[in-house]
């Protein structure tokens, strides 16, 4: 099959849904199969190897996140769908699909059997009014439209509606490689009693709960003088993270900017527990099935996408989404008994196995195939 995945994101930036789309590419190219990714320009400026950049976009703040909108023009549009024509693609696989404007132009455009994945779970003051009604309506438009629509988890549904005309969405977990994260991992690595290494991974921004964690970390501190706190990201709240820094409990934090892939992995395989404190907005983890397999613990927001994730033994790792009391405990109880913390890693590692490509990617394989041929 000739498969072209349409991602309305940054594919040179950090994110779960960047991170499936590639990971999910190259392994049906590992089966036989042709793929290829379309996405704007990179912000940047430096194009992704094997990214097809198309268009134009500009960044914008959504529901406190950080997202583009891009823009084909016309003349764009029609060389770009004779080119996949030519190419002879089987399927387009659109993710988001209501981001403006790429994904929508495109599908017009090839007039393929489409798949839409709506990964994203939107804040409830996004589905009330005009917002609410355009989301819905966005929604509805591509369900009675594309051969198939995907769901990462339940999160999404709020937004989504079923009926005559409206087949429902399939759950269907998003995807990553996880080999170079196990590669990275030290399973034997003993942790130092009542000192961990705390890592946050993400964007500095109010969706991704880096407030939270500021806020908790006073009160870790005052149990766990030996604690570290590593923040890594880019993002418009950086200047909490530098005013906290400046605090006597915030000498034992470190701040680097957003790493490439491979220092990303090395981060997260350093720590001891992986802070997830985003309130809303998720509509699974990856970031979460990642670190885990680095041999990190998470603590996590229990919002409704992580709270997919972290079922079984591991929803005792989740806490009530923007309470900082509760983040601080849950981080002072795992550092305060490392044999909690060496059977929640080793929980992790397997529980994570599941989400590889490996196992994942054949349900990917089949959707599209049946797509293809109705």
């Not at 029609?78 to 495109?106: F, K, N, S």
């Not at 149990?223 to 605090?247: C, H, W, Y």
């Amino acid at each position: 099959m000739k498969i072209v995945e349409v991602c309305p994101y940054d594919m040179t930036r950090h994110g779960g849904v960047q991170n499936h789309i590639r990971d999910l590419g190259k392994w049906l190219e590992g089966q036989g199969h042709e793929v290829r990714i379309v996405a704007p320009p990179a912000m940047s400026g430096q194009a992704a190897q094997g990214i097809d950049h198309v268009g134009r976009s500009r960044r914008i703040s959504v529901s406190g996140t950080v997202t583009e909108i891009s823009y084909l023009s016309g003349a764009q549009r029609r060389t770009l769908a004779r080119e996949l024509t030519m190419w002879g693609a089987d399927i387009v696989h659109l993710h988001t699909p209501w981001t403006p404007l790429i994904p929508w132009q495109l599908w017009k455009a090839c007039r393929l059997p489409t798949v839409v994945t709506f990964h994203a779970t939107l804040p409830e003051s996004s589905l009330r009014g005009l917002s609410g009604w355009f989301y819905r309506s966005a929604a509805r438009y591509f369900q009675r439209r594309a051969g198939a629509s995907v769901v990462p988890s339940p999160s999404p549904l709020s937004v989504l509606q079923t009926g005559p005309g409206v087949p429902a969405p399939r759950i269907l977990a998003p995807t990553v490689d996880l080999e170079p994260w196990r590669t990275a991992a030290k399973p034997e690595r003993p942790f130092d009693p009542l000192s961990p290494h705390v890592v946050f991974l993400g964007r500095l921004e109010h969706r991704k709960g880096v407030d939270v964690l500021l806020k908790a970390w006073p009160r870790v501190v005052e149990r766990l003088p030996a604690a570290r706190l590593t923040i890594a990201g880019n993002g418009e709240r950086f200047a909490l993270v530098d005013e906290a820094m400046k605090q006597p409990w915030g000498k034992a934090i470190t701040y680097r900017p957003a790493p490439d892939f491979d220092d990303a992995r090395r981060l997260v395989a350093s720590a001891d527990i992986f802070a997830a404190p985003a309130p809303y907005g998720e509509s699974f983890g990856i970031v979460l099935v990642e670190a885990m397999s680095a041999g990190a613990v998470p603590v996590a927001a229990a919002n409704s996408g992580y709270a997919t994730v972290l079922d079984g033994p591991g929803a005792d790792l989740l806490v009530q989404p923007g309470d900082s009391d509760a983040f601080a405990r849950k981080i002072v109880e795992l550092g305060c008994d490392s044999s909690r913390l060496r059977e929640m890693r080793n929980w992790g590692r397997e529980h994570a196995a599941q989400f590889d490509v490996r196992e994942v990617g054949p349900a990917y394989l089949e959707l599209f195939e049946e797509v293809a041929r109705g």
